[in-house]
């Protein structure tokens, strides 16, 4: 994994602005990365989508239901960078 999910705070519709144990932050539009069918179902229900915490044992996002998002995605999404490109470059600092 490349870096922990250590805040959430959820933004105007489906979007949520993530802070990262590197210091990163940035938003996300959850829309733009699930489709709301299956588990993210619930997630169309605004009360619903606001109850998002952070899973520190996961080091990612979840809501009630079980429903996560991977953090490498929202890592990437959030600095811009190609997933793969992301995972490279932290390879390379280590």
């Known amino acids: 994994m490349l870096k922990d999910i ?3 705070q959820p933004l105007e519709n489906y979007r949520l602005h993530l802070r990262f144990e590197d210091g990163v932050e940035g938003s996300v ?4 990365l699930v489709k709301f069918t299956g588990v993210f ?7 619903y989508f606001l109850q998002v915490r952070v899973n520190p ?3 990612t996002i979840c809501w009630p239901n079980g429903a996560d998002l991977d ?3 929202l890592y990437a999404n959030v600095t811009g960078q190609p997933l793969m490109l992301a995972a490279y470059e932290l390879a390379l600092a280590a």
């Open 6 to 8: 250590t805040h959430v």
């Open 29 to 32: 539009d959850v829309a733009s």
């Open 41 to 47: 179902d619930p997630l169309r229900d605004r009360e």
């Open 57 to 59: 044992d996961l080091g």
């Open 71 to 73: 953090p490498d995605v």
